[in-house]
């Protein structure tokens, strides 16, 4: 256990739902990442946080996807309108600094799963 | 973002140490070489991670080059369970990772 939770493990969800992750960091970490990975490749980043701004977003987040994290401690990731191409693991990481000298700690992930 | 570039599989005896390279050319100044494993059906997980001089810690040693422009990620004794996807990452801020080497662990 790293410390960082994700919420739900599994999610199955019909192609056109919405879908809504949540990922609990480490408490004094200031700074929290998402990554999506499809099979045999490795984590893809997607957007990451200082505290509660959102410093980054990749072109791989379309307007369907949308993070948040409101108070600075735990964040959601929300699809809208989910697509079969959407199924994939959702990892969230969490560190406690900026820049590079430092290691960031993962969640176990979500797996999405669309029918 | 600053690539890395690292064989595809490696494969190593059980007990034996294993070298695991990478090459980052392109390295700069401020950025960190970091390595995280990935067990199956797991998130990643910190290995180790240095800038210039070489590092040692419970799990593994990193080597890394003078010019830095590469490095090897060393673990001591292979067991089964260091059968992992190693990343290796060019670390400034954001974590990218690449394709990572499998390595196999035979008994």
């Known amino acids: 256990d790293t410390g960082v939770s994700q919420d739900p493990r599994h999610k199955i969800t019909k192609r056109g739902q919405n879908v809504t992750f949540r990922c609990d960091p480490i408490?004094?970490?200031?700074?929290l990442y998402w990554y999506r990975q499809t099979l045999g490749q490795g984590p893809e980043f997607l957007t990451y946080f200082q505290n509660e701004a959102q410093l980054e977003k990749s072109r791989l987040l379309s307007d369907r996807f949308s993070a948040e994290r409101p108070k600075g401690s735990f964040s959601t990731l929300e699809i809208q309108r989910t697509e079969q191409g959407d199924s994939a693991m959702y990892l969230c990481?969490?560190?406690?600094?900026?820049?590079?000298?430092?290691?960031?700690?993962f969640g176990q992930g979500t797996r999405l799963t669309v029918v | 973002d600053a690539k890395t570039t690292q064989p595809n599989s490696m494969e190593s005896n059980e007990e034996e140490p294993v070298h695991l390279p990478c090459n980052h050319s392109t390295i700069s100044g401020t950025d960190y070489i970091h390595w995280y494993r990935q067990l199956p059906s797991q998130g990643p997980e910190y290995v180790i991670h240095g800038l210039t001089s070489n590092v040692n810690n419970r799990m593994a040693s990193l080597a890394i080059a003078e010019d830095r422009k590469s490095s090897t990620l060393i673990l001591h004794r292979a067991t089964l369970r260091d059968a992992a996807v190693y990343y290796c990452?060019?670390?400034?801020?954001?974590?990218?990772f690449g394709k990572g080497t499998r390595l196999h662990i035979l008994p």
């Open positions: 408490s004094e970490h200031n700074r």
């Open positions: 990481a969490s560190s406690l600094v900026a820049g590079g000298n430092t290691e960031a700690f």
């Open positions: 990452i060019l670390r400034d801020d954001k974590i990218i």
